[in-house]
């Protein structure tokens, strides 16, 4: 295979988690924060699995909450490599919680990560360009530059505030 380009699959992580009391607000329902700090986990993994090397997080963006997750529910957190750039790499990550006794699965969160992948001396280092294979990845990687763009321009509008 070529050591240029890699398939999306390649990233893919999966992390499950039990949801307990200590996880969860007044409304018994999950923390947001907790939530972000297993999402960006999965999404460090996933990237460092891509670029196999050290990465840090860049940037998070479009982090939808879609639905609440509850005490007693088992949420699964995927993340995978949708997009890359020379030595930036986009991470879809996506949340479901479960129900174990009826099995009932909901999407409850979605959100773009971008990371940065660092060489042995903490510099930005190039990362081998992903390939999608699944529709998912497809339409994912298809709209990633102009996520891209959005980021960039964002970024931009910051450091002139």
Do not use: C
Not at 24 to 47: P, S, V, W
Not at 80 to 85: A, E, G, I, K, L
């Amino acid at each position: 295979m070529d050591p240029t380009t890699k398939p999306a699959s390649e990233s893919r992580t999966i992390m499950t988690q039990l949801i307990f009391p200590l996880d969860t607000n007044h409304h018994d329902t999950m923390f947001g924060g907790k939530l972000m700090e297993y999402m960006d986990k999965a999404a460090a993994i996933a990237a460092m699995r891509h670029a196999r090397m050290q990465a840090v997080t860049a940037s998070s963006d479009s982090l939808d909450f879609l639905a609440p997750i509850r005490v007693g529910e088992v949420i699964e957190i995927e993340a995978f490599v949708s997009w890359t750039n020379r030595s930036s790499m986009e991470v879809y990550v996506s949340v479901h919680s479960e129900k174990l006794f009826s099995g009932v699965r909901t999407r409850t969160v979605t959100a773009f990560f971008t990371f940065v992948a660092l060489n042995e001396h903490g510099k930005p280092e190039t990362v081998p360009t992903v390939i999608p294979e699944t529709d998912e990845e497809k339409k994912l990687h298809a709209s990633a530059p102009e996520r891209h763009a959005l980021r960039k321009k964002r970024k931009e509008d910051r450091k002139n505030d």
